[in-house]
């Protein structure tokens, strides 16, 4: 069988440099993984490339991390590592990221709608100079309303705002240079916005068409609702590129003078209005010059963006996350601290 085969090439292969790691997050796509792995392995394999899979359980609930304990335990390319509970994606990857040996790491969904096909054409890519290759989706076989729609309103926000013109930022099938992902600190749901990361570090980016499958098993984890959170990251991450080299305080200083201003006119205009007691002076204007529901919003505004910077600042500090793993082993613990897996 070919997991025989790849065994034994990987066996003399793991003693060596690990060229690629690929990285997937898995939650509940326990009848897509035995295809997955082996069609990584045959993409692979065919290009005599030393690799490693590394499949990150995300509190699956259907058997995935069943599955993965019995083929971690006689396939030597396949480490699992199974989380005690559903951290979300971004803390999947990042200990995914954290547990990779490879110069260069893959990463792509368990759910067979990304092609590991495509992984060589990514990795020829990135040879080329590239520090990210993004790959993009452009017969995506989703559905129009709930998916497609969203996701290019998403994508074109994305663009204007971190100006790394991508056409899928939604697609999880990338290449990275081991040394970027290196450098970050994943947290939050920041997995979608790893190239706009990427570019305020100085990386190189690409993107390369890719191809794309209809879900063959089980159920989509995304809905319209992510939308919205998509667009509260955005907020963060155009935060984050504009003051990342000069957190000063110009922009606090411009809305309170402008709220300032505002202020003065409303006074000025309540004056005219109790003092002439004219109809003239009682305008929507005067209202909203009146109203301090703007300054409530800025400050609740600003209170969120400076938790979000707090928090960035905690998980910075903190070095591995603080992902709590079900099962262990000696041999990659002094990389990840609080991170363990299972493997053979």
């Avoid at 939604?170 to 994943?186: F, H, I």
């Avoid at 993107?207 to 809905?223: I, M």
């Avoid at 707090?310 to 998980?315: G, S």
Wanted: hydrophobic letters at 40%.
């Amino acid at each position: 069988m070919l997991s025989e085969q790849v065994a034994r090439q990987n066996g003399t292969a793991a003693e060596k440099v690990v060229k690629v790691s690929v990285v997937v997050p898995v939650y509940n796509e326990v009848e897509s993984l035995p295809h997955l792995i082996e069609a990584i392995a045959t993409a692979l394999t065919a290009k005599e490339l030393s690799y490693e899979i590394i499949c990150v359980d995300d509190g699956s609930k259907d058997g995935s991390d069943e599955f993965l304990k019995q083929q971690a335990q006689t396939r030597t390319d396949l480490k699992a590592v199974l989380l005690r509970r559903n951290y979300g994606q971004t803390a999947a990857m990042a200990a995914g990221f954290n547990y990779s040996q490879g110069k260069a790491i893959v990463t792509l969904d368990g759910d067979l709608q990304n092609d590991p096909a495509d992984i060589p054409l990514l990795l020829a890519k990135l040879e080329e100079g590239y520090d990210l290759v993004s790959g993009w989706r452009q017969k995506r076989q989703d559905a129009a309303l709930t998916r497609l729609l969203p996701s290019k309103i998403a994508n074109w926000l994305i663009g204007r705002i971190t100006d790394v013109k991508l056409h899928d930022y939604g697609c999880s099938l990338k290449a990275y240079r081991s040394e970027l992902v290196a450098d970050m600190n994943l947290y939050g749901e920041l997995h979608r916005f790893l190239p706009a990361l990427a570019f305020i570090e100085g990386a190189r980016i690409a993107e390369l068409p890719v191809r794309h499958h209809a879900r063959r098993y089980g159920q989509s984890k995304y809905g319209l609702w992510r939308t919205f959170r998509v667009l509260m990251d955005l907020l963060t991450i155009s935060f984050m590129k504009t003051f990342f080299d000069t957190p000063d305080a110009r922009i606090w200083a411009v809305w309170s003078n402008f709220n300032c201003f505002r202020n003065l006119i409303g006074t000025l205009l309540n004056f005219l209005k109790t003092r002439f007691r004219s109809e003239y002076w009682q305008s929507p204007f005067a209202d909203f010059c009146s109203s301090p529901v703007g300054n409530w919003s800025a400050m609740l505004f600003s209170f969120g963006l400076l938790a979000e910077l707090l928090m960035r600042t905690y998980h910075e500090s903190q070095g591995p996350p603080s992902i709590v793993c079900e099962r262990s082993s000696e041999k990659i613990l002094s990389k990840v601290t609080n991170s363990k897996y299972i493997n053979n």
